[in-house]
């Protein structure tokens, strides 16, 4: 089964060009399948549709969310569409399984005020204040992605740009605007940046051809530390680190500008939403800061007139 596996994610990734995340993804949920398959003694090979379906009540018996299930199935669905495909089968037994869905929830964000707090948290950093001011303005002026944004080639940051092009989603690349804010940060740190590089490459090291490098396997810097450094940013910044990831800002991006009279269309070229129904979750979410504005400042709320259905 691992053989399947592997040459599977192999055709993931030379075919569709699947992201490394994306793989890794399907990795560990078609390894979960796997063994369970191989305590009841059998194969990708031999399971029928009994057998998946055992398997997702077996996965929902140990409490895993509605969203893991989905992904879990949706991982073998596709193993065995390429299984099919290839020949290894001669049946899908995964394909009219209905799965159970995702559950629309609302997205966590944070007020204006809030992200003012987040980004004088970065630009007064102790250490490396320019490259933490210049990742913060770039996530909250862009809504990239924490992957887009840490892996951004220099050479997209070269010549003042207004525009940043951005390499997404199964390599599918957008531009996105940049905010006059975002520009000068970008700017300054290039300069520190490019003077650390220069003092690099004279003790022998190779230039990186990242904007954020780092020492590390990757080049670049990790999307776990610039985890690490949103959560420090929040407790400086006073901000409750519970409410903020590098998702939150993207989630923050996409409601300030449609509160401000943006247009989904557009909030979903930015974002790099491949289906317009993703980016309407953000409408919700107005919805429910437009309600609380008026239950908590309409006078007819204060006398009970207005009621909370």
């Not at 029928?48 to 991982?75: F, K, M, P, W």
Request: proline share 5%; with cysteine; glycine share 6%.
């Amino acid at each position: 089964m691992a053989r399947w596996i592997q040459v599977f994610l192999e055709a993931q990734a030379a075919e569709l060009d699947a992201a490394t995340n994306t793989q890794l993804a399907y990795a560990r949920d078609l390894q979960g399948f796997a063994e369970w398959l191989l305590d009841k003694r059998l194969h990708f090979a031999t399971a029928t549709r009994d057998h998946v379906e055992s398997y997702l009540i077996d996965c929902e018996n140990e409490g895993l969310a509605q969203a893991t299930r989905a992904r879990r199935l949706s991982a073998i669905k596709q193993l065995y569409r390429f299984a099919f495909e290839e020949g290894w089968r001669a049946d899908h037994p995964a394909i009219k399984i209905k799965g159970p869905g995702r559950a629309r929830r609302l997205p966590k964000t944070l007020d204006i005020a809030e992200v003012d707090r987040l980004l004088d948290a970065a630009r007064n950093s102790k250490r490396d204040a320019l490259r933490n001011c210049c990742l913060m303005e770039l996530l909250y002026a862009t809504g990239m992605r924490v992957t887009e944004l840490v892996s951004l080639p220099v050479s997209a940051a070269r010549g003042d740009p207004r525009m940043l092009l951005v390499r997404g989603k199964g390599g599918k690349e957008r531009l996105v605007p940049l905010s006059p804010p975002a520009r000068k940060a970008l700017a300054a740190f290039l300069v520190a940046r490019d003077a650390s590089q220069e003092d690099a490459r004279k003790v022998g090291a190779a230039p990186s051809p990242y904007l954020f490098p780092s020492r590390g396997k990757s080049g670049h810097l990790t999307r776990h530390r610039f985890f690490g450094l949103i959560k420090e940013f929040a407790v400086a910044g006073g901000v409750s680190p519970d409410k903020v990831t590098p998702h939150t800002l993207r989630h923050a991006f996409a409601t300030h500008l449609l509160a401000g009279g943006a247009d989904l269309r557009s909030i979903q070229t930015m974002l790099g939403h491949a289906d317009l129904a993703t980016t309407e979750i953000y409408t919700h979410v107005l919805d429910e800061r437009l309600k609380e504005l008026v239950l908590g400042h309409h006078p007819l709320a204060k006398t009970g007139k207005i009621e909370r259905n």
